[in-house]
Structures are given as structure tokens and as C-alpha cells.
């Protein structure tokens, strides 16, 4: 089982609404060396633990954006990448295979650099509606800052599920 997540805090930039949640990082959330599916072994994951809503398999985008009235798990599947979080002054990441990533609604995220092979899997919780905003739209930054914090705490963590560190450490 994994240990307990890093945490990372971003503050409303101006830009991308980020979220008062901090943004969660496992790092080797599952080991995948061995695995002839690691894009089902990450769906599986989430799927036990309640995050299967709308699952997707692709990269990241290479711009800043964010979800302001849900919130997202990034599992990665393959290769690695190194990611910013929390937009433009957030923190840049090293992911690689097994690593798991929860971003609370409105924190920003982007794809700086990935290997050829990057894959990753995304996923949301059942409370929250998919919507995408990019960094720099004014309008969407106001709506994010309302609607990002009234997002509900989902009742299980992506990782570890209702005994997860995501429940105790957003409920602060």
C-alpha cells in the first residue's frame, strides 16, 4: 500500500482559481514494472475506489487549465512526464509510471515536457460537473473562484478509498 500523499498548497493566482483543498501527489501508487496493462491496472484503481466516472486515457495538456467545478485524478500509466501544478508560480513535478495525482477543482495543471510512451489515465469522483478552463480567462477565473471551494469532499480517496488520506486531509 502506499504511504501517505506530498501535499501541495497554491494560492488564487490571478489566473487559475486553484482550490483552499491542497493538491495531492502519490508517488508509486502502484508498482507498474511488471504489469502487461498498466492503463487497466490504474482504471482498476480508481474503479474500486469510486473514482470510474469518465475515465479517459490520453496526455496532458500543454497548457494551464483546470476544472472548476470538479475535481480530477491523474493516474500515470506509462513513461513520464514533468508536470506544473497550480499554474504559472505553482510547483513543477517529475511523475512517472504508478504515480497518482489528485487536484482538488480549480488547480491548475499542464504537461511541460513527456516521453514518447506518456500515458495517463483521468478520472473523476461521482459529486462535481467536467468542465475545462483555460489560465488567462478572466470570466472563468471569477466563476472558478465561486465554484472550485463548493465542490464537495468525495467520500473516497482515488488511491486508498474511504480510509484514504484525501478524506482527513480535505476535511481540515
Same mark, same amino acid.
Given at each position: 500500500?502506499? %504511504?501517505?500523499? !506530498?501535499?501541495f498548497?497554491?494560492d488564487?493566482?490571478?489566473e487559475v ?6 493538491? /495531492?501527489?502519490?508517488k508509486?501508487?502502484? =508498482?507498474?514494472s511488471?504489469?502487461? @496493462? ?5 482504471? #482498476? /484503481?480508481?474503479? $474500486?475506489?469510486?473514482?470510474?466516472? @469518465? ?8 497548457y494551464?487549465?483546470y476544472?472548476?467545478?470538479i475535481?480530477? +485524478?491523474l493516474?500515470?500509466?506509462? %513513461? #513520464?512526464?514533468?508536470l506544473?501544478i497550480?499554474? @504559472?508560480?505553482g510547483?513543477?513535478l517529475?511523475?512517472? +509510471?504508478?504515480?497518482?495525482l489528485? !487536484? ?13 510512451d506518456?500515458c495517463?489515465?483521468?478520472?473523476? &469522483?461521482?459529486e462535481?460537473?467536467?468542465? /475545462? #478552463?483555460?489560465a %488567462? =480567462? $478572466? ?7 465561486? #465554484?472550485?471551494?463548493?465542490v ?5 480517496? &482515488?488511491?486508498?478509498? +474511504?480510509?484514504?488520506? /484525501?478524506? $482527513?486531509?480535505?476535511?481540515?
Amino acid at each position: 500500500m502506499p %504511504g501517505n500523499p !506530498l501535499t501541495f498548497r497554491f494560492d488564487f493566482d490571478g489566473e487559475v482559481p486553484n482550490s483552499p483543498h491542497p493538491a /495531492l501527489v502519490y508517488k508509486t501508487a502502484r =508498482d507498474l514494472s511488471a504489469s502487461k @496493462d498498466p492503463e487497466g491496472a490504474i482504471e #482498476s /484503481l480508481f474503479r $474500486q475506489n469510486g473514482w470510474g466516472r @469518465d475515465m479517459w486515457r490520453d496526455g496532458v495538456y500543454p497548457y494551464v487549465h483546470y476544472h472548476p467545478k470538479i475535481h480530477e +485524478a491523474l493516474g500515470v500509466a506509462r %513513461g #513520464s512526464a514533468i508536470l506544473r501544478i497550480g499554474g @504559472d508560480r505553482g510547483e513543477t513535478l517529475t511523475v512517472g +509510471a504508478g504515480d497518482v495525482l489528485v !487536484l482538488p477543482a480549480g488547480t491548475g495543471h499542464q504537461r511541460l515536457s513527456a516521453s514518447d510512451d506518456f500515458c495517463v489515465i483521468g478520472a473523476y &469522483p461521482p459529486e462535481g460537473e467536467y468542465s /475545462l #478552463s483555460r489560465a %488567462g =480567462d $478572466q470570466d472563468a477565473y471569477v466563476r472558478g473562484l465561486q #465554484s472550485a471551494p463548493e465542490v464537495l469532499v468525495p467520500e473516497n480517496d &482515488p488511491v486508498r478509498g +474511504a480510509s484514504g488520506p /484525501l478524506c $482527513q486531509i480535505w476535511a481540515r
